[in-house]
T-cell receptor, first 113, second 114 residues
Framework: KNQVEQSPQSLIILEGKNCTLQ??????????LRWYKQDTGRGPVSLTI?????NTKSNGRYTATLDADTKQSSLHITASQLSDSASYIC????????????FGTGTKLQVIP | KAGVTQTPRYLIKTRGQQVTLSCSPISGHRSVSWYQQTPGQGLQFLFEYFSETQRNKGNFPGRFSGRQFSNSRSEMNVSTLELGDSALYLCATFTGAGNTGELFFGEGSRLTVL
């Protein structure tokens, strides 16, 4: 069964600090992995995409890593800002007959001043 | 170009009523999928439509139904509402080919059942 697990479930950090969110998946056959940011009451927005051959990708202060061997990904946020307060959802897509998507339950990040 | 548009953004219903939510995908996109999001369950897949045909369905009761029109706009309907149906309902359109596919989400419809 395809599964995506995220940790921690929630996290509180001080503004300016760094943090790392984790995602473990058992999706096969693997197509890509995306990290989405979801502000409260809004729709999720894609931050990064990782394909099988990629192991690091950055988008501003966000850096995603992928280890396809261990089926793990991480999202590192540098110099956090209050606007980073959101839920971060790991989404893994497989390459079945038509695209299939498995969602993690998300990590709720709160950045406090 | 316009993104995925969902209406209404907020609505309040009472138990036993029914509700219809609308989703207009990005222009030219024919795939529309619907998700229910609750605090404890995360995003749960409801169904997916492509060119007016439902091609995948999640594990929800028959009270949840949907359809897609020839212009790719989609509606979902929930009949005989229950308190547990209170959630954010998200619509998404799939785009891309190969291993770069992406789901673009709308802002959601927040349903509260009293």
């Amino acid at each position: 069964k395809n599964q995506v697990e995220q940790s921690p479930q929630s996290l509180i950090i001080l503004e300016g600090k760094n943090c790392t969110l984790q995602c473990n998946y058992t999706v096969s056959p693997f197509s890509n992995l995306r990290w989405y940011k979801q502000d409260t009451g809004r729709g999720p927005v894609s931050l990064t995409i990782m394909t099988f051959s990629e192991n690091t990708k950055s988008n501003g202060r966000y850096t995603a890593t992928l280890d396809a061997d261990t089926k793990q990904s991480s999202l590192h946020i540098t110099a956090s800002q209050l606007s980073d307060s959101a839920s971060y959802i790991c989404v893994v897509m497989n390459s079945g007959g038509y695209q299939k998507v498995t969602f993690g339950t998300g990590t709720k990040l709160q950045v406090i001043p | 170009k316009a993104g995925v548009t969902q209406t209404p953004r907020y609505l309040i219903k009472t138990r036993g009523q029914q509700v219809t939510l609308s989703c207009s995908p990005i222009s030219g996109h024919r795939s529309v999928s619907w998700y229910q999001q609750t605090p404890g369950q995360g995003l749960q897949f409801l169904f997916e439509y492509f060119s007016e045909t439902q091609r995948n369905k999640g594990n929800f009761p028959g009270r949840f139904s949907g359809r897609q029109f020839s212009n790719s706009r989609s509606e979902m309907n929930v009949s005989t509402l229950e308190l547990g149906d209170s959630a954010l309902y998200l619509c998404a359109t799939f785009t891309g080919a190969g291993n770069t596919g992406e789901l673009f989400f709308g802002e959601g419809s927040r349903l509260t059942v009293l």
